[in-house]
């Protein structure tokens, strides 16, 4: 059975806003299962 993997990312306005929780349950409900969670604070040479 193939697996199906998504990629996403919560823009900066939803992290200020405290939204993080709130995205990450909305993508739980939906049925998707969240295997890794990382936070990092880009400089804008990364971006």
Do not use: W, Y
């Not at 193939?2 to 995205?23: E, M, Q, W, Y």
């Amino acid at each position: 059975m193939a697996v199906t993997r998504t990629f996403s990312i919560i823009k900066p306005d939803a992290t200020r806003r405290n939204l993080t929780g709130a995205v990450t349950r909305t993508l739980e409900e939906a049925g998707l299962r969240v295997v890794a969670s990382k936070r990092i604070h880009m400089t804008r040479k990364q971006a």
